[in-house]
């Protein structure tokens, strides 16, 4: 369900930790695609739901690109 929708960042080596991105974070979301491009080394995020309060959700369109 949505009310779980989070707009933290994790990345796992050997044990999971937290990043803290040094520019804004994309929307916190759901139901979207995420794919790693191992040639340039970047997690690519595409599309999914934001949702507010109650019951309203809105479809999001955007990419996001995370490199590190």
Do not use: K
């Given at each position: 369900t949505h009310q779980n929708q989070v707009d933290d960042l994790w990345a796992r080596t050997t044990a999971w930790s937290e990043l803290t991105p040094t520019s804004a974070l994309s929307p916190a979301r759901d139901r979207h695609a995420l794919v790693y491009d191992t040639r340039r080394n970047?997690?690519?995020v595409f599309g999914g739901r934001t949702c507010g309060?109650?019951?309203h959700c809105?479809?999001?369109g955007d990419t996001w690109e995370l490199d590190w």
């Amino acid at each position: 369900t949505h009310q779980n929708q989070v707009d933290d960042l994790w990345a796992r080596t050997t044990a999971w930790s937290e990043l803290t991105p040094t520019s804004a974070l994309s929307p916190a979301r759901d139901r979207h695609a995420l794919v790693y491009d191992t040639r340039r080394n970047v997690v690519l995020v595409f599309g999914g739901r934001t949702c507010g309060g109650g019951t309203h959700c809105r479809a999001l369109g955007d990419t996001w690109e995370l490199d590190w």
